[in-house]
């Protein structure tokens, strides 16, 4: 009869682990490898690959060609002469970008008429550093914008959509694809912990109004949803994002929305960034507190199924 008990505790007890893990690890499916949308994605050996992986960068202006991948996003409304970049992305092969389905939503796909890659500094057409420049930056019209069907603007789910360039970009040295999460790379049992780092042109300086020309980034930590949770008491987080925030006496801004949060994994003495999470939303004021990401491994299904299908 005790026996009989114990038994069934320990059942109960297995279930609920494992009831318990289904839930909340957003670990990678391995099952996903075989996708055929790989396919149309660089291999692990052919994506976030950075010229300056080892170099010590100061402050915290990127070097030239440090974020390859970083896309920003031209909005142009009739009155306006200029394109306004107000939205960031990461490109994924030759000819497709990943951002945030408010980029890419309402009056916002209306009005997105370019998208740059190869930018570094906004206000110098030919970018150099000591003795090496940049190429001029490419520009591209969107041929597909997919934003996620379930994207809803108030909760802010589901905030990510891909764009398809209307030709393929160049590659060289300041224009390359980031890495997507795979387990056969990552591990099935990857989780996305410690430092992750971020991207943009967006506001750096909250007392300065004007955006800055130059990219920037940013060292961040993962943090718990429970964390964003408090902050965003409006809003419903759960696994389907990440709760990001700036460590201890720190006081920078969050890149632009839709640029990218990634992480430099090593491996087999290759380092490769993986692009993990998508800038969704967040506090105005910078510095402050958490901010939620898109969660990329989350939506691995979501991209693989659409990229065939673009
Ligand atoms: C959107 O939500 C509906 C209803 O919950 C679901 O059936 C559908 O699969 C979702 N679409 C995507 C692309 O996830
Ligand atoms: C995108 O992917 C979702 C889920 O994987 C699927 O339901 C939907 O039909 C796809 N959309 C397109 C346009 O292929």
């Known amino acids: 009869m005790w026996r009989y008990s114990y038994f069934r505790i320990f059942f109960v007890i297995v279930w609920a682990y494992l009831e318990f893990s289904k839930q909340y690890c957003s670990c990678l499916d391995a099952s996903l490898d075989n996708h055929k949308g790989w396919k149309q994605l660089p291999s692990t050996d052919r994506c976030g690959e950075t010229r300056f992986n080892r170099r010590i960068v100061g402050g915290e202006i990127a070097a030239l060609g440090q974020f390859p991948w970083m896309a920003r996003l031209g909005y142009k409304q009739k009155r306006d002469r200029e394109f306004k970049f107000s939205c960031g992305g990461a490109l994924i092969n030759r000819n497709t970008v990943v951002t945030a389905a408010h980029c890419i939503t309402g009056k916002n796909r209306k009005e997105l008429k370019i998208i740059r890659l190869g930018e570094n500094n906004a206000e110098k057409p030919i970018d150099c550093e000591g003795n090496v420049c940049a190429p001029e930056p490419q520009d591209f019209k969107p041929k597909n914008i997919l934003p996620h069907a379930n994207?809803?603007?108030?909760?802010?789910?589901?905030?990510?959509?891909?764009?398809?360039l209307r030709r393929n970009a160049v590659f060289h040295d300041f224009v390359q694809p980031i890495c997507l999460p795979r387990a056969d790379f990552l591990g099935p049992s990857f989780d996305l912990v410690g430092k992750v780092e971020?991207?943009?042109?967006?506001?750096?300086n909250p007392s300065r109004l004007e955006m800055p020309s130059k990219l920037y980034h940013v060292t961040l930590e993962m943090r718990d949803l429970d964390m964003c949770r408090k902050v965003y008491t409006e809003y419903k987080i759960d696994e389907s994002q990440y709760c990001v925030?700036?460590?201890?006496?720190?006081?920078?801004?969050?890149?632009?929305?839709?640029?990218?949060?990634?992480?430099?994994?090593?491996?087999?003495?290759?380092?490769?960034?993986?692009?993990?999470?998508?800038?969704?939303?967040?506090?105005?004021?910078?510095?402050?507190?958490?901010?939620?990401?898109?969660n990329?491994?989350?939506?691995?299904?979501?991209?693989?199924?659409n990229l065939s299908q673009m």
């Open 151 to 164: 994207f809803s603007s108030r909760s802010y789910q589901n905030d990510i959509g891909l764009i398809r």
């Open 198 to 204: 971020t991207a943009g042109w967006g506001t750096i």
């Open 245 to 294: 925030g700036v460590g201890k006496g720190k006081d920078t801004c969050r890149g632009d929305s839709g640029g990218p949060m990634m992480q430099l994994v090593n491996k087999n003495d290759a380092s490769r960034y993986f692009l993990f999470g998508i800038v969704s939303f967040g506090e105005e004021i910078c510095g402050h507190d958490s901010a939620v990401y898109a």
């Open 296 to 305: 990329v491994i989350h939506y691995m299904k979501w991209i693989l199924d």
